[in-house]
Each structure stands twice: as structure tokens, then as C-alpha cells.
């Protein structure tokens, strides 16, 4: 807000709109990071996921 009459202004940043804009950028560089990764866990076969397989 600037103060009437005068030259002096000042300027607020709310911390939410910081923390949104470091989340956004985090979670756009996770999601470039491991796309393919999610991807080929996503074709694994169900069978390949058990911890211990049938023999």
C-alpha cells in the first residue's frame, strides 16, 4: 500500500503464494524425474509384485 501524498510504498508477499510456486516447481520436477519409472511399474504384471511367488 502506498502512503498518500508521499513517494514511500509498501509491498506484501503472502507465504502461501510462496509455498504453492516451491511446491508447484517441486512437483513438476518429481513428475519429469520419474515418469518412465512410474510407467513401467504401472506394466509390471500383478503376479510380478508379490513378494513371494508360487512355485
Known sequence: M??????VCEFHIDGYYISVGICTIIGLLWYRIFYRRIK???????QEWRVIKNK
Open 2 to 7: 502506498c502512503v498518500k501524498g508521499g513517494d
Open 40 to 46: 513401467y511399474f504401472q506394466k509390471i504384471p500383478r
